[in-house]
């Protein structure tokens, strides 16, 4: 069983920056690609980033590329997502995930947290 909870969501101002945790249980973390994604109402969850087992590898979505960076911490069994320049259209709930297999499709990840509410005002 794998469990995840995010954590660090909040209200912020455009421009402003935050950053989301998502603590990982499981003796096996460092054997999981992770990623991030993100839901609003009345859209579709959307691809934020991922990273693979190491750390090697990392993706973004288009939307957040070059903004946002996502980290792993396998001996804390944390991984990470640092939001730069934050725009309102980043209003979403951001959810963690996890799975064996390194992916981009929300539909490929197996393990889920709750997500975390992140509010960016104009």
């Known amino acids: 069983q794998v469990l995840l909870v995010e954590s660090g969501g909040g209200l912020v101002q455009a421009g402003h920056s935050l950053r989301l945790s998502c603590a990982v249980s499981?003796?096996?973390?460092?054997?999981?690609?992770m990623g991030w994604f993100r839901q609003s109402p009345g859209k579709e969850r959307e691809f934020v980033a991922a990273i693979d087992g190491g750390g090697d590898n990392t993706n973004y979505g288009d939307s957040v590329s070059g903004r946002f960076t996502i980290s792993r911490d396998n001996a804390k069994n944390m991984v990470y997502l640092q939001m730069n320049n934050l725009k309102p259209e980043d209003t979403a709930v951001y959810l963690c995930a996890a799975d064996p297999v390194y992916a981009l499709g929300s539909y490929e990840y197996d393990y889920w947290g709750p997500g975390t509410q992140v509010t960016v005002s104009s």
């Open positions: 499981g003796r096996t973390f460092s054997s999981f690609a």
